[in-house]
């Protein structure tokens, strides 16, 4: 009974209301600590910040609900199944958003959570191990899935089971992710150049490696439209981000193994992607500029510069000659991570596992807090999020 009491009452700690604290204004980011014990709040408005915990499980913040209340976090023991939740700005009110009761609850884990912008649905990558058959080996199957605002049981856009970051177009409409297939390695197992050939009639195929590789699928918010964007016959690509004005989605396509390239296309069935870089690099994350107009991306081993900057990325003509740099401070070194506010008036990113902010009018930067270290993406409030009080 004790046990049970104080379980209670550390539930019902967790969860109070963070009183005699100044509600939040706005704009804020949300990160979470490279220890991943908490979550913090930074208010722009103020320079103030709000720490955020819920226990001794692993913490990870995805994103903000469209009207900026809320947050969506996932929580795990260390390496095993993480839950996604979401909370109140004060750390109130925290709510397990995904039932599923058609796996023993060690058998399915939650991870890459977005809230659509319209705030209607969050979409998820599921993570499901079932047995290929019964008594057979554990197969690790990953689905795009979502639920609703309030939580329920999942529904799934994927029917295969190699499916990866979610991401939705600005107006919530469409759903972006990748998608890997399985093919055998070309002349050697690094080979991703040349497809193997078909066997000739009556020959078997030889047992070769399998290598993964992904294309670009998009598939509309109501689950009803869904196709493939990208047909590359060889090479994979990663980390599809759409335009703000959510006519193009960007994408890293890597040839070969560490052979990173820029990529655009257009969101719409039979689009042909424009190649925007040649030459070997290492792309680390890319965002858009507010207007549209051009990427920014952190890039290592880029026109002859080895440490990773921010570049800007130029929709036309070829990045490794046209694209210039974005910020060069010599004294903000491993830019990681850049992310826009709504408005544009700031560009949140990592530099050397700080969380810094630039004033985009200035190019001015300051780090928001030395003393501690994150490890993720910054996460900007929504627009629509008009300060704490109107919650």
Same mark, same amino acid.
């Given at each position: 009974?004790?046990?049970?009491?104080?379980i209670?009452?550390?539930?019902?700690?967790?969860?109070?209301?963070?009183?005699?604290?100044a509600?939040?204004?706005?704009?804020?980011?949300?990160?979470?600590?490279?220890?991943q014990?908490?979550?913090i709040?930074?208010?722009?408005?103020?320079?103030?910040r709000?720490?955020?915990?819920?226990?001794?499980r692993?913490?990870?913040?995805?994103d903000?609900?469209?009207?900026?209340?809320?947050?969506?976090?996932?929580?795990?023991?260390?390496?095993?199944s993480?839950?996604?939740?979401?909370?109140?700005?004060?750390?109130?009110?925290?709510?397990?958003?995904?039932?599923?009761?058609?796996?023993?609850?060690?058998?399915?884990?939650?991870?890459d959570?977005?809230?659509?912008?319209?705030?209607?649905?969050?979409?998820?990558?599921?993570?499901?191990?079932?047995?290929?058959?019964?008594?057979?080996?554990?197969?690790?199957?990953?689905?795009?899935?979502w639920?609703?605002?309030?939580?329920?049981?999942?529904?799934?856009?994927?029917a295969?089971?190699?499916?990866?970051?979610?991401?939705?177009s600005?107006?919530?409409?469409?759903?972006?992710?990748?998608?890997?297939?399985?093919?055998?390695?070309?002349?050697?197992?690094?080979?991703?150049?040349?497809p193997?050939?078909?066997?000739?009639?009556?020959?078997?195929?030889?047992?070769?490696?399998l290598?993964?590789?992904?294309?670009?699928? +998009?598939?509309? *918010? %109501?689950?009803?439209?869904?196709?493939? $964007?990208?047909?590359?016959?060889? @090479?994979?690509?990663?980390? !599809? /981000?759409?335009?703000?004005?959510?006519?193009?989605?960007?994408?890293?396509?890597?040839?070969?193994?560490?052979?990173?390239?820029?990529?655009?296309?257009?969101?719409?069935?039979?689009?042909?992607?424009?190649?925007?870089?040649e030459?070997?690099?290492?792309?680390?994350?890319?965002?858009?500029?507010?207007?549209?107009?051009?990427?920014?991306?952190?890039?290592?081993?880029?026109?002859?510069?080895r440490?990773?900057?921010?570049?800007?990325?130029?929709? +036309?003509?070829? *990045? %490794?000659?046209?694209?210039?740099?974005? $910020?060069?401070?010599?004294?903000? @070194?491993?830019?990681?991570? !850049? /992310?826009?506010?709504p408005?544009?008036?700031?560009?949140?990113?990592?530099?050397?596992?700080?969380?810094?902010?630039?004033?985009?009018?200035?190019k001015?930067?300051?780090l928001?807090?030395?003393?501690?270290?994150g490890?993720?993406?910054?996460?900007?409030?929504?627009?629509g999020?008009?300060?704490?009080?109107?919650?």
């Amino acid at each position: 009974m004790k046990k049970l009491i104080l379980i209670v009452c550390l539930l019902m700690l967790i969860t109070l209301p963070l009183k005699g604290q100044a509600l939040l204004t706005g704009p804020l980011i949300a990160v979470d600590t490279a220890q991943q014990d908490r979550i913090i709040l930074y208010d722009m408005s103020d320079s103030s910040r709000r720490e955020l915990s819920f226990g001794s499980r692993w913490h990870r913040v995805w994103d903000f609900s469209a009207d900026g209340c809320r947050i969506l976090l996932t929580l795990s023991d260390g390496m095993d199944s993480s839950r996604l939740y979401s909370a109140r700005l004060d750390g109130s009110d925290l709510r397990e958003l995904v039932q599923y009761d058609e796996l023993p609850p060690e058998n399915w884990s939650v991870w890459d959570a977005h809230w659509s912008p319209d705030g209607s649905r969050i979409a998820f990558t599921m993570i499901r191990d079932q047995a290929e058959r019964p008594g057979g080996n554990i197969e690790r199957q990953y689905h795009i899935a979502w639920v609703d605002s309030q939580g329920g049981v999942p529904g799934f856009y994927s029917a295969s089971a190699d499916e990866h970051e979610p991401r939705w177009s600005p107006d919530g409409q469409w759903l972006a992710y990748i998608a890997y297939d399985e093919r055998v390695a070309g002349a050697d197992i690094y080979a991703t150049s040349v497809p193997t050939p078909a066997p000739a009639p009556g020959q078997s195929v030889p047992q070769q490696p399998l290598l993964r590789e992904a294309d670009l699928w +998009v598939v509309s *918010a %109501d689950g009803q439209t869904k196709y493939r $964007l990208t047909y590359f016959e060889t @090479g994979s690509m990663r980390a !599809p /981000r759409w335009s703000p004005d959510g006519l193009l989605i960007s994408f890293t396509y890597s040839p070969s193994a560490n052979n990173d390239q820029f990529w655009i296309i257009a969101n719409a069935p039979a689009a042909i992607a424009t190649q925007l870089s040649e030459q070997w690099s290492l792309i680390l994350d890319t965002t858009w500029l507010p207007d549209s107009s051009a990427m920014i991306s952190s890039v290592r081993d880029f026109q002859d510069t080895r440490d990773n900057r921010l570049w800007q990325i130029p929709l +036309v003509g070829l *990045a %490794d000659i046209d694209a210039t740099v974005y $910020l060069n401070d010599p004294a903000l @070194g491993y830019d990681d991570y !850049p /992310r826009f506010s709504p408005d544009g008036h700031w560009l949140a990113l990592r530099s050397a596992y700080n969380l810094a902010l630039m004033d985009t009018a200035t190019k001015s930067w300051t780090l928001l807090d030395e003393n501690i270290l994150g490890n993720t993406p910054p996460v900007w409030s929504p627009a629509g999020f008009a300060g704490e009080e109107s919650c």
